[in-house]
């Protein structure tokens, strides 16, 4: 069983940052990629931002700048550093990791959401 708690969403007026954070735990032999994702109301889920075990990065077009991501391995944590917030940032905000519990076998888990508002 494999277990991802997000932390960090709230409320923020544009032009402010916030940092969340997404912790895997359970059963894990190694993590691959890991990244975020997020869907406003009414909207398809989209990707943010991507970043592989060796560390390369990918992101959203309408991110690039002013979020990046990063990952902690010895503590099996992605984060997502979101500077520069645009009200059309407001989504609730997924992380995505895709993780190698038994040998030969990956599957992706997807956290519970957090949500993060833009708003004056």
């Known amino acids: 069983q494999v277990r991802l708690v997000e932390s960090g969403g709230g409320l923020v007026q544009p032009g402010g940052s916030l940092r969340l954070s997404c912790a895997a735990s359970?059963?894990?032999?190694?993590?691959?990629?890991m990244g975020w994702y997020r869907q406003a109301p009414g909207e398809p889920r989209d990707l943010v931002a991507t970043v592989t075990s060796g560390g390369e990065t990918n992101y959203a077009d309408s991110v690039k700048g002013r979020f990046t991501i990063s990952r902690d391995n010895t503590k099996n944590t992605v984060y997502l550093q979101m500077n520069s917030l645009k009200p059309e940032d407001t989504a609730v905000y997924y992380c995505?990791?895709?993780?190698?519990?038994?040998?030969?076998?990956?599957?992706?888990?997807w956290g519970r959401g957090t949500q993060v508002t833009v708003s004056s």
């Open positions: 995505n990791v895709l993780i190698q519990n038994r040998p030969g076998i990956k599957l992706k888990y």
């Open positions: 359970g059963s894990i032999l190694n993590i691959n990629d």
